[in-house]
Nanobody
Framework: QVQLVESGGGLVEPGGSLRLSCAASGSIFSINVMGWYRQAPGKQRELVAVITKGGSTNYADSVKGRFTISRDNAKNTVNLQMNSLKPEDTAIYYC??????????????WGQGTQVTVSS
């Protein structure tokens, strides 16, 4: 069984920082891509940032310069450092991974989400 577990969400004031972490566990051969998505109430889910196993990254325009994604391939974890947080960053943040369990078995998995609230 493959599981993704997020941690690090919480309540912060505007301008504050949070660090989210996601750990993948189970029968995993390799993880090609890991990333973070978010969904605010009444809005569609959107990509925040992704990172490949080779270290290439891509960010949403709204978070460039404020968020940094990183991963530890040996530990199958991905992190999201969020600085200069704004109220519009408030959302449930979901970890996502495209991984290979066996040859020809590429699949995507999702974590259960962690709440991030930015408010004064």
């Amino acid at each position: 069984q493959v599981q993704l577990v997020e941690s690090g969400g919480g309540l912060v004031e505007p301008g504050g920082s949070l660090r989210l972490s996601c750990a993948a566990s189970g029968s995993i051969f390799s993880i090609n891509v890991m990333g973070w998505y978010r969904q605010a109430p009444g809005k569609q889910r959107e990509l925040v940032a992704v990172i490949t196993k080779g270290g290439s990254t891509n960010y949403a325009d709204s978070v460039k310069g404020r968020f940094t994604i990183s991963r530890d391939n040996a530990k199958n974890t991905v992190n999201l450092q969020m600085n200069s947080l704004k109220p519009e960053d408030t959302a449930i943040y979901y970890c996502n991974a495209w991984l290979v369990k066996t040859l020809g078995s590429l699949s995507d998995y999702w974590g259960q989400g962690t709440q991030v609230t930015v408010s004064s």
